[in-house]
């Protein structure tokens, strides 16, 4: 089965250290959940072996922008030019996700379309921080430029574990993204959590509207995601793993081991993303 990570954050021990050692806000939530033994760096080559090791044919790495909700200040700022070098370094493996600073307005939109094509096959947004719900005006040139370039948008929703306000990622807000920009792929990211069926409902609904199960481990998905994924929903719901908070082995067991067709089971791991973000 083809297998994608839909979202894989930077795998270097760089990466790693800048993401979930150096800010304090995801620090925080490191020791909480006792990732620490996870936090793992590789060099690109040991992790294209892990993911051979575990048959992930292809990963998303986005060059995340996350704000201090505190100070309103960047502490995920992963250079874009960083991810390219992923994406060189292991080209039909890596891919980029371009990632959203509403701040950075028509600047920010045009480094959006300059990196789309350069290995860089959507957008990213994580927008606790920012203090904006997933459907303030700020984001929509950069919704707008993603519907033009025909490339999706993966964007968290649902709670935040950081100390971030979560209703700015409730799901039902991608109901008006989703009106308002029918020709554009949205994909909600972390399962929707706690309004997974709020989720469900707009991926439903939405001929435009994914569902992202990053971040969460399989054995803790909501049985309507798991049932929505085998059924009416096949298609809809892609893999994802938010790397390193979950790692591929387990994850990959709990699944193979879920009531669902293969069929379903082949869209669910990657054959939906495949499509969806044009991989070669």
Known sequence: MTVVDIWCNVFTEAGIDSLFRTPAEVAEVVGWWGMGSRLNGRPVDEFVKHMDDNEVDAVLVPSARMASYSTRQLIWNVPDEDVQELVTAAPGRVYGLVGIDPFEGMAGVRRLEHWVGQGFVGAHLHPYGFGLPVNDRKFYPFYAKCSELGVPVVMQVGHSAERMPSAMGRPILIDDIALDFPELSIVGAHTGWPWVEELVALAWKH??????????????????????????????????????????????????????????????????????FRLG
């Open 207 to 276: 001929p435009n509207v994914y569902i992202g199960t990053s971040a969460h481990h399989p054995r803790y998905w909501d049985p309507a995601l798991i049932s929505f994924a085998a059924t009416r929903g096949r298609g809809k719901v892609l893999f994802g793993t938010d790397w390193p908070v979950v790692d591929y082995p387990d994850a990959r067991t709990a699944i193979d081991t879920m009531t669902m067709k293969d069929e379903a089971r082949r869209l669910l791991l990657g054959d939906a993303a495949k499509k969806l």
